[in-house]
């Protein structure tokens, strides 16, 4: 089972960017199309982006694209996500999680303890 650890999460002012990296455990990972995830107070968590295994595709939420993006390096066994033009509705701890398959946005397995990222406006 790959056990997953997210950091990069931070404060930053709206237009700023961040790069979030999920490191992961197990030699499951470089099998296994991932995702990002993210949850704001009061919200249900959502689907951000995803990868394929070899990284070559890629899939983003409209409320992403064009400015985030996803990346693999399946030798570090680490998943990121460059985030820029930041917004203060990007304001959601985020998560990582292993994709049902290949352009899902369903995660399965189970979750690590997210990285706080909050955008001032």
């Known amino acids: 089972q790959v056990q997953l650890v997210e950091s990069g999460g931070g404060l930053v002012q709206a237009g700023g960017s961040l790069r979030l990296s999920c490191a992961a455990s197990?030699?499951?990972?470089?099998?296994?199309?991932m995702g990002w995830f993210r949850q704001a107070p009061g919200k249900e968590r959502e689907f951000v982006a995803a990868i394929s295994r070899s990284g070559i595709n890629t899939w983003y939420s409209d409320s992403v694209k064009g400015r985030f993006t996803i990346s693999r390096d399946n030798a570090k066994n680490t998943v990121y996500l460059q985030m820029n033009s930041l917004k203060p509705e990007d304001t959601a701890v985020y998560y990582c999680?292993?994709?049902?398959?290949?352009?899902?946005?369903?995660?399965?397995?189970?979750w690590g303890q997210g990285t706080q990222v909050t955008v001032s406006s």
């Open positions: 197990g030699r499951a990972f470089s099998n296994a199309p």
């Open positions: 999680n292993a994709v049902l398959y290949e352009s899902s946005r369903r995660a399965v397995g189970p």
